[in-house]
T-cell receptor
Framework: EPEVTQTPSHQVTQMGQEVILRCVPI?????FYWYRQILGQKVEFLVSFYNNEISEKSEIFDDQFSVERPDGSNFTLKIRSTKLEDSAMYFC?????????????FGPGTRLTVL | AQSVSQHNHHVILSEAASLELGCNYSYGGTVNLFWYVQYPGQHLQLLLKYFSGDPLVKGIKGFEAEFIKSKFSFNLRKPSVQWSDTAEYFC???????????FGTGTRLKVLA
């Protein structure tokens, strides 16, 4: 069964550094998402992306965050200048069909640790 | 604001016991409802989903859930748990017309052999 993959599985960075988290969505999917889960808290929506633009974003997704689909397979989340509070597990997801009547498939996550 | 509540944070059961995990949401419009499971060291996997139709939904591995609209609930059940069901279970809601899922805090289930 096709799966969403994410790299790296664990990223450690210094505060103020830029990080790029990478995801390979399921190949025929059209919609892509990032979520995060701070330790001990809920999984929170960050952003959704379709047709090379952001379709929805949360208040967490401020100017420090950006997303990109640089080629036909990868989907990236960039954090420009990391803060301590960005430490979390970041999940990528993808879904195939327009609108809410579809299921999001999640990757294994990247654990980001900001020191 | 939309929210999802899972009241049981930690559940410990013996094998063959019955399971019911609660999930309530707050949103007045049309919703799609999901239960995901995360086994240790693995990614979130879909257990079952409800979009419309029969409010009793059957998923994988013997799990089922019932949507009760009047109670804004979507509780997960399994008649007889196994040791391999040890995992964290997440309820999620997607409001019609939006892309985002709103997750509950998760319930950690431990099944004793």
């Amino acid at each position: 069964e096709p799966e969403v993959t994410q790299t790296p599985s664990h990223q450690v960075t210094q505060m103020g550094q830029e990080v790029i988290l990478r995801c390979v969505p399921i190949s025929n999917h059209l919609y892509f998402y990032w979520y995060r889960q701070i330790l001990g808290q809920k999984v929170e929506f960050l952003v959704s992306f379709y047709n090379n633009e952001i379709s929805e974003k949360s208040e967490i997704f401020d100017d420090q965050f950006s997303v990109e689909r640089p080629d036909g397979s990868n989907f990236t989340l960039k954090i420009r200048s990391t803060k301590l509070e960005d430490s979390a597990m970041y999940f990528c997801a993808s879904s195939g069909v327009a609108g809410a009547r579809d299921t999001q498939y999640f990757g294994p996550g990247t654990r980001l640790t900001v020191l | 604001a939309q929210s999802v509540s899972q009241h049981n944070h930690h559940v410990i059961l013996s094998e063959a016991a019955s399971l019911e995990l609660g999930c309530n949401y707050s949103y007045g419009g049309t919703v799609n409802l999901f239960w995901y499971v995360q086994y240790p060291g693995q990614h979130l996997q879909l257990l079952l989903k409800y979009f419309s139709g029969d409010p009793l939904v059957k998923g994988i591995k013997g799990f089922e859930a019932e949507f009760i609209k009047s109670k804004f609930s979507f509780n997960l059940r399994k008649p007889s748990v196994q040791w391999s069901d040890t995992a964290e279970y997440f309820c999620a809601v997607n409001a019609s017309g939006t892309y985002k899922y709103i997750f509950g805090t998760g319930t950690r289930l431990k099944v004793l052999a």
